[in-house]
Each structure stands twice: as C-alpha cells, then as structure tokens.
C-alpha cells in the first residue's frame, strides 16, 4: 500500500527514496566543486556557478524529479521555498541584518587581537563569484532540496540536524582532523542551524541568500589578522560569532512574529 501511495505521489523513481536521493544530490555538488580547481580564476569560477545553475534549475526539476517528483519550475521553486520572495524587504533586511551581525562578531573579535590590517585586497573579482556561487546554490541545495528530503525521512529536528550535519562535512578539506578544524566545522554547523532557522521562520530561500553572499564575500576582508597569537584569535572569533548567531536567531524571530502580528491586525480591521 505504501508503495502505492508513492507511486502515486511522486512521479520520478528518485523522489520515492529520499535517502539515495539524499546521498545523490550532495555527492554530485561537491564533484561539481572540482570545475573551480580548472587552471585560471575567473573562468573555473563562472563554470561552476552555471553548472550548479543547470543542475538546480533544470536537471533536479525536470530530468531527476528531485526532491518532490517531476514539476514545473515554479512549484519545484516552492517546493524548495526559492519561491515566494515576498515580503521582500523583510527578507531582504533579514539577511544583511544577519551578515552585518556576524561579520561586526569577526571584526570586534579582530580588533581585539591588535593585528587587524585593512585590505580591500581580499574582496577580489573571484571572491564576489564565489561568493554568489555559495550564497546561492548551498543554500538552494542544503537549506532546498536536501531539507526538503530529510523532512520526508525523519522528524523536524532531526532532519535540521542532519542538514546542517552534512552542511558542515561538506566544507572538510582534509581527513587528517585538528583541533581547529573540528570548531570550524562545529561553527559551520552552527551557521548551517541559523540558515535553516532563517528559512523555515520566513518561508524563504532569499534572506539566508543574501546572508550566506554577504557573509562568505566579506569573511576574509573582517578575519585579516597577520601576525596575531593563534589561540587568542580563534577563541575571540568563534566566541563572538557563536554569539552573533545566537543574537541573529532571535532577532529573526522577533522580526517574522512582529509582522505576522501586524498583518493580523490588519486583516481584523479590514473586517
């Protein structure tokens, strides 16, 4: 009966195991994230942001039924809260209200090391790229589709869990773990739960977008600390920003719910 009922939901043999499906779609970004390894700067960059484009948009939609079946472009759009953008200026300040507030976090955590440098060098040409690349289809693929899958499998916050579980393995450079690559990848994690928070509080995609972009663009130019004490620094910058993330998430909170009330009210006046 079961597998009646899902044939009869979901017309792509995918979208019926979440799991592979799952699996599938996470091992096939991070092969993709080989074209930005091509010889030149630039051009690998663009390469990758237009074959995640093609995946995303037309590939899970139409050829792979991920992660709800074959659909048009608008309803895999709401499927994977890509679609609606509305209210947009919320949303839209939502997001660089959380990018300034973990960035001010990094910057105030440089500063009190004393070896904070200004260089506009390290927002380059590539940086913005890249930076779109990221804001736009990890988001899309980890906060959209892969949610969207693990939400068929386990219970709501399991399936936050092991999102921003994933999220964080995705960014592991080397099986050899330190001590600081494991608080990155916890940080990571942390950032991947405010992200999901982001989207489920709001509806959308978009303001963990424009968070994600502003955040991974200036990360670099706010975290520029040659010569600092190591263990000072890291411990300055991963406590302000767990701090920041913690402050973000109530923020969030308290925005989305104050404009729900507005519109309630609104809507009861109208009557």
């Given at each position: 009966m079961t597998n009646i009922n899902?044939?009869?939901?979901?017309?792509?043999?995918?979208?019926?195991?979440?799991?592979?499906?799952?699996?599938?779609?996470?091992?096939?970004?991070?092969?993709l994230g080989y074209l930005e390894a091509l010889p030149g700067t630039i051009i690998p960059s663009l390469f990758y942001f237009f074959a995640l484009a093609i995946l995303a948009l037309y590939l899970m939609p139409r050829v792979l039924g991920?992660?709800?079946?074959?659909?048009?472009?608008?309803?895999?759009?709401?499927?994977i809260r890509l679609l609606p953008v509305r209210p947009l200026g919320r949303n839209v300040f939502i997001g660089l209200?959380?990018?300034?507030?973990?960035?001010?976090?990094?910057?105030?955590?440089?500063?009190?090391?004393?070896?904070?440098?200004?260089?506009?060098?390290?927002?380059?040409?590539?940086?913005?790229?890249?930076?779109?690349?990221r804001g736009i289809w990890e988001e899309v693929f980890f906060r959209g589709i892969i949610l969207v899958l693990f939400m068929r499998v386990f219970s709501k916050r399991k399936a936050i869990f092991f999102s921003s579980f994933l999220f964080a393995m995705a960014h592991l450079r080397s099986i050899a773990l330190t001590l600081e690559m494991i608080v990155d990848l916890v940080s990571i994690f942390f950032m991947g739960l405010l992200f999901i928070y982001i989207?489920?509080?709001?509806?959308?995609?978009?303001?963990?977008?424009?968070?994600?972009?502003?955040?991974?663009i200036f990360v670099l130019f706010v975290q520029n600390t040659p010569g600092a004490d190591k263990v000072l620094a890291t411990t300055?910058?991963?406590?302000?920003?767990?701090?920041?993330?913690?402050?973000?998430?109530v923020l969030t909170k308290y925005i989305v719910e104050r404009g729900s009330m507005k519109e309630s009210k609104i809507l009861i006046s109208q009557t």
């Open positions: 899902q044939q009869t939901q979901y017309n792509s043999m995918l979208a019926r195991y979440p799991r592979p499906a799952i699996a599938l779609t996470a091992v096939t970004y991070l092969l991920l992660p709800n079946g074959r659909k048009s472009l608008r309803d895999y759009c709401r499927d209200l959380m990018a300034a507030l973990t960035l001010s976090g990094i910057l105030l955590a440089s500063l009190l090391t004393r070896h904070f440098i200004l260089d506009w060098s390290t927002v380059h040409a590539s940086r913005l790229i890249k930076g779109l690349t989207v489920l509080k709001t509806g959308s995609l978009l303001p963990a977008i424009v968070f994600h972009y502003i955040h991974d300055f910058l991963y406590s302000f920003l767990w701090i920041a993330l913690v402050v973000g998430a």
